[in-house]
C-alpha cells in the first residue's frame, strides 16, 4: 500500500511541475521536442551551433535512414511544435537560407540546396548503378 501511494504521490509531483521556462538567449532544443533530422548532415550542422548559456543544445543521436515521404512531412508536424523549437530550429537553418531543396543526382546521391544555391551532399548512393 505505501508503495503505491509514494508512485501517486511522484507521479502527482512530476505532472504539478511547470514547463520549463527558457531564457531570452536560450536556442536549447526543449527535452520533450528532440530535433528531427532528415540527413546525418542537418544534425552536424545543427550541432556546431552552441547555446549561449548552455553550449551543446541537444543530445545528439545515431542517424537512422528516414524516408523521403517522411522528409517531406516534417514541415507539417514541425508547425504543431512550441516556440523554443522553432527558435532553435532558426538558429540552426536561417530561414534565409531554408529549407533546402533535396535534389537528386544521376548517381542517386542526394543534395541540399540552399536559398542562395549552396549545394551540400546529404546522402550518397548505397550501390553503385547499375548499366
Known sequence: MQR???Q?????EEVAQPEAKFSIDCICFPDKEPP???FPIEQEL??????PIHGKRFRSRPHIYVAKWRRQGEKARRKRL???YHKAWDAS???DLWPAEEEEAE????FLKLKDGTRLLADGPVCSPRE
Open 4 to 6: 503505491g501511494m509514494l
Open 8 to 12: 501517486r504521490i511522484e507521479h502527482l
Open 36 to 38: 528531427f533530422f532528415g
Open 46 to 51: 545543427a550541432a556546431q551551433i552552441k547555446c
Open 82 to 84: 512550441s516556440p523554443q
Open 93 to 95: 537553418f536561417p530561414t
Open 107 to 110: 548517381d542517386r546521391s542526394i
